[in-house]
């Protein structure tokens, strides 16, 4: 997968995961895991589908409709590059923090909804279920931040709410932090994701 890494420098910190929303590029959150933890390794990727000239992490059928076939085989591929970067850029695996935005967010949700050791902890801005009916790893130990809008057209705050109980009921910690910016990633949701990040890690 087209990707960024940056070895930060200090190896008993995590390694962030940046996960970008559509149309974006491994380099848009870049900012983000700089305000996060200037210190940490920096694995930022780039989706590998196409919508329209827009890259993606995984395809869908309409907005908010997802393929879910597409997404499974999409989230082993993610999981499977993880793990040939850590072994490539000789970081921990078992130390991987994503930070996702909107489809990237989707991602980072769906990998753990899929794998018990994909990630150890995940910020999600502005996160969808990826998938409903499907029985979830025990995912006790890890821990989730998710930044939601009230008033968000393109990822209800229904929707925030569901993935909160689905990932509290397989044994995670979930906070939710609610803005009324509608879909933004705005600079206070990504500042308390910062005192999240502190006081966890
Ligand atoms: C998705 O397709 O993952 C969501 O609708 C959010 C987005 O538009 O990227």
């Not at 930060?8 to 974006?24: I, V």
């Not at 890890?142 to 229904?158: E, L, M, R, T, Y």
Request: contains cysteine; hydrophobic residues 40%.
């Amino acid at each position: 997968m087209n990707h960024i890494f940056q070895k930060g420098n200090d190896q008993s910190k995590p390694t962030l995961l940046l996960l970008h929303g559509t149309g974006g590029t491994e380099r848009d959150l870049l900012p983000l895991a700089e305000k996060i933890d200037p210190e940490a390794n920096v694995l930022s990727v780039r989706g590998n589908i196409l919508e329209n000239g827009m890259p993606r992490f995984f395809k869908r059928l309409a907005e908010g409709v997802f393929d879910e076939e597409d997404l499974t085989f999409r989230t082993k591929e993610l999981n499977e590059f993880l793990n040939e970067a850590a072994e490539k850029y000789e970081f921990d695996r078992n130390n991987i923090i994503a930070i996702g935005y909107s489809n990237g967010a989707n991602i980072a949700a769906s990998l753990m909804f899929h794998y018990q050791d994909a990630l150890k902890a995940a910020i999600l801005h502005h996160p969808m279920v990826p998938r409903r009916g499907i029985e979830l790893p025990n995912l006790t130990g890890k821990n989730v931040f998710i930044a939601a809008g009230s008033n968000d057209p393109i990822c209800p705050a229904q929707e925030s709410e569901d993935l909160k109980s689905l990932l509290e009921k397989a044994g995670a910690s979930v906070v939710l932090h609610w803005e009324n910016m509608g879909h933004q990633l705005t600079y206070s949701e990504v500042e308390t994701a910062e005192k999240w990040y502190q006081n966890f890690s």
